[in-house]
């Protein structure tokens, strides 16, 4: 958005909303742009308040908070909401008048957008996913990231793949429970698995990324790597590549014109993928150990022995990310899963084989849980461990607008259901012990801030993913990189370390 808006003239500032909080806005700005999550409503409440004490200008607001466009303008006050890509809606706004620091009178033709006039909340209909010119007509704005206090040491994320390949649909819950089994979505050509006959939206049910951005678009290894360059020289040391499946990355020029909707087939784009990591990992900051390189998110249907092969070779050590969801196969179809547990299995051994570090999903609470989901689940998160998952990241179920399982009720917390109370325990039994044996490990690590709660040590975060550590001492400062070592376990999420050098 940043890029957006420095094309048409602006000179954008990038604020946290504590930041934004605690400021004296003495300085003119046109308008609040506010990204936000759908659990971040008071944040959003009350950084409006706050503009509306002081300014006058239009408050947009994007992010997946935008997906339910009613709810969050009428609880926030904002002007307009964004949903979905937000890059030629914003260029559109602009144009309409948006760039005079006001909110356009004609808003009634702009797709992707909903806006308040008095008490009215108007939504217009969703705006058609965007080709991939998109990354190169907005380059974004390397520069902004300076912005955030902690960037030397954050992880900052360079978009790598929008959208998602799994079309498939959930066969429970709310808008699922009107499947008709006619396996459209999963055994017809790519066209066809687009849409659904019920009006199911694709992808797993809990996750609305496929209704909103559609299948996967990749960026060029070009464009990544001059972004990703630009970040090293302003101080990042900890790149993320953002996507909702790094095996999908340009595996859509496999089948384009196209659009890529099966999660399995065809297999991963190797040659580019290849040629992406070659390219990140062969930068002087990542070749002298100054800086990282990691991904993310996997399915599990597209580790196959040579994609396995090609992480380890350029991220040796990385983490990198699969999700089971359940332990249950048939509860994994249930839900439109790319893929079962059991080949989610299969992926681990072939990702730890390969020398990576794979971390794993599982949701408590979701529709369809019961003993039987959830006996399973117990028993593959201790097989997960078994096999060399490094860590389990538990989520509660949180019911998103756009996905399948809109209409149902988010899952309870866990210690309020005895299901997934089990669940709860399992995962934090197994990660209790993982950061046990990390005790007398080495680590590189890039040091943030003083600790708030005891100003004698510092926090450190890891190159790579793994826990927060502690360092005591005052030899270094903010955004020093140093060798560590592992002495103790604070918490299920906190270590204890030295300084080796």
Not at 203 to 216: D, K, N, Q, R, T
Not at 233 to 238: A, K, P
Request: with cysteine; proline share 7%; aromatic share 6%.
């Amino acid at each position: 958005m940043a890029g957006v808006l420095e094309s048409k003239g602006f000179e954008p500032d990038l604020l946290t909303v504590e930041t934004f909080l605690r400021t004296n806005l003495s300085a003119v700005f046109d308008s609040l742009f506010i990204s936000g999550m759908t659990s971040d409503l008071q944040a959003i409440q009350k950084v409006v308040r706050r503009w509306r004490r002081q300014r006058k200008g239009p408050v947009l607001i994007g992010g997946p908070a935008a997906s339910e466009p009613e709810r969050v303008l009428s609880r926030t006050g904002g002007d307009i909401a964004v949903t979905g890509e937000g890059e030629y809606a914003i260029l559109e706004l602009l144009e309409a008048g948006l760039i005079d620091g006001v909110v356009p009178d004609d808003l009634e033709s702009i797709r992707g957008i909903s806006y308040r006039r008095g008490k009215q909340i108007h939504v217009n209909p969703l705006r058609p996913v965007s080709s991939k010119r998109v990354f190169d007509e907005f380059p974004p704005l390397t520069d902004i990231i300076t912005s955030y206090r902690l960037y030397k040491s954050a992880r900052v994320y360079v978009e790598a793949v929008r959208g998602c390949s799994n079309f498939h649909r959930a066969r429970i819950g709310g808008i699922g429970e009107r499947c008709t089994y006619c396996e459209q979505c999963t055994e017809s050509g790519l066209t066809k698995r687009y849409d659904c006959p019920m009006g199911i939206p694709p992808g797993c049910g809990y996750c609305s990324v496929p209704s909103l951005y559609g299948p996967p678009k990749s960026r060029s290894s070009a464009l990544i790597i001059d972004e990703v360059s630009r970040l090293f020289e302003l101080g990042v040391h900890r790149i993320v590549l953002s996507a909702p499946g790094f095996l999908d990355y340009q595996r859509e020029a496999l089948v384009e014109p196209m659009p890529l909707t099966d999660p399995r087939s065809p297999e991963p784009n190797y040659e580019e993928i290849e040629r992406l990591l070659s390219g990140l990992t062969g930068l002087p900051p990542v070749v002298d150990e100054e800086a990282s390189i990691m991904i993310e998110n996997m399915k599990a249907s597209l580790v196959t022995e040579r994609a396995a092969v090609i992480l380890g070779r350029y991220l040796k050590d990385t983490p990198v990310s699969v999700g089971f969801e359940t332990g249950s196969d048939n509860h994994s179809r249930l839900l439109g899963r790319p893929d079962t547990p059991s080949e989610t299995l299969v992926s681990l051994r072939r990702l730890k084989e390969a020398g990576l570090k794979p971390y794993v999903y599982f949701i408590h609470g979701l529709p369809g849980q019961d003993t039987g989901t959830v006996d399973a689940t117990v028993e593959m998160i201790d097989k997960s461990i078994e096999v060399g998952a490094d860590r389990v990241i538990l989520y509660r179920f949180q019911s998103l607008p756009a996905s399948t399982f809109s209409q149902c009720p988010s899952g309870p917390p866990a210690v309020q259901d005895p299901l997934s109370k089990r669940i709860y325990d399992a995962a934090q039994n197994a990660n209790m012990n993982r950061k046990e044996d990390l005790v007398g490990e080495r680590v590189k690590v890039v040091v943030a801030e003083r600790y708030d709660r005891d100003p004698r040590f510092w926090v450190a975060y890891p190159m790579l993913h793994g826990p927060v550590m502690l360092l005591r001492g005052d030899d270094f400062g903010a955004g020093d990189v140093v060798l560590t070592r592992v002495i103790d376990v604070a918490s299920d999420r906190m270590v204890i370390g030295t300084v080796l050098e």
